[in-house]
T-cell receptor, first 113, second 112 residues
Framework: DAGVTQSPTHLIKTRGQQVTLRCSPK?????VSWYQQALGQGPQFIFQ???????QRGNFPDRFSGHQFPNYSSELNVNALLLGDSALYLC????????????FGEGSRLTVL | AQSVAQPEDQVNVAEGNPLTVKCTYS??????LFWYVQYPNRGLQFLLK??????LVKGSYGFEAEFNKSQTSFHLKKPSALVSDSALYFC??????????FGPGTRLSVLP
């Protein structure tokens, strides 16, 4: 049973560029959430996708956008990258009808130079 | 609004001794509470959760936590610490229809 998989694991971009991160949820899960974890901090909620729609959003600017596909996989897009966007981006999956834990991937480490 | 506090940035304990990592929360309704562990350059791994029922919940790797509604706390405990328990620990809370909110994390160091 595959867990949550994320790609790429590491990437380096320059200010102003755009980046796309990808996530495949745990088998059987239908909900994907994205978190940003800056160095030395706890994960901060970006948004959540269910049934291909953004259901909840945290306090992040519109430069952060996402998508969920019919197979439940998801993408996180960040435009006009800033130095402060450097972080570990975590994808987590869950099952909407169950009040349970999130299952996390290993993350994508983004460095903006 | 939901919030989580982890009052200690760092906890040091000797191997074999009991450990406690503290967590307090603030929610307007009934809380669902979780503990996660993170090893360097890795994602978060689920340890245990409180949804309803017994206030003492047991989880992975010998960890347990006690839900205390009057003190709005959910402290993580282990009777005998291992060096391999050294990691970053996160407490999280959520309510129905809301997203997870994570605390700032507590770094646990178990000294041999």
């Amino acid at each position: 049973d595959a867990g949550v998989t994320q790609s790429p694991t590491h990437l380096i971009k320059t200010r102003g560029q755009q980046v796309t991160l990808r996530c495949s949820p745990k088998s059987g899960h239908d909900t994907v959430s994205w978190y940003q974890q800056a160095l030395g901090q706890g994960p901060q909620f970006i948004f959540q996708y269910y049934e291909e729609e953004e259901r909840q959003r945290g306090n992040f600017p519109d430069r952060f956008s996402g998508h969920q596909f019919p197979n439940y996989s998801s993408e996180l897009n960040v435009n006009a990258l800033l130095l402060g966007d450097s972080a570990l981006y975590l994808c987590a999956s869950s099952l909407a009808i169950v009040t349970g834990e999130l299952f996390f991937g290993e993350g994508s480490r983004l460095t903006v130079l | 609004a939901q919030s989580v506090a982890q009052p200690e940035d760092q906890v040091n304990v000797a191997e074999g001794n009991p450990l406690t990592v503290k967590c307090t929360y603030s929610v307007s309704g009934n809380p669902y509470l979780f503990w996660y562990v993170q090893y360097p350059n890795r994602g978060l791994q689920f340890l245990l959760k409180y949804i309803t029922g017994d206030n003492l919940v047991k989880g992975s790797y010998g960890f347990e936590a006690e839900f205390n509604k009057s003190q709005t706390s959910f402290h993580l405990k282990k009777p005998s610490a291992l060096v391999s328990d050294s990691a970053l620990y996160f407490c999280a809370v959520r309510q129905d229809g809301q997203n997870f909110v994570f605390g700032p994390g507590t770094r646990l160091s178990v000294l041999p």
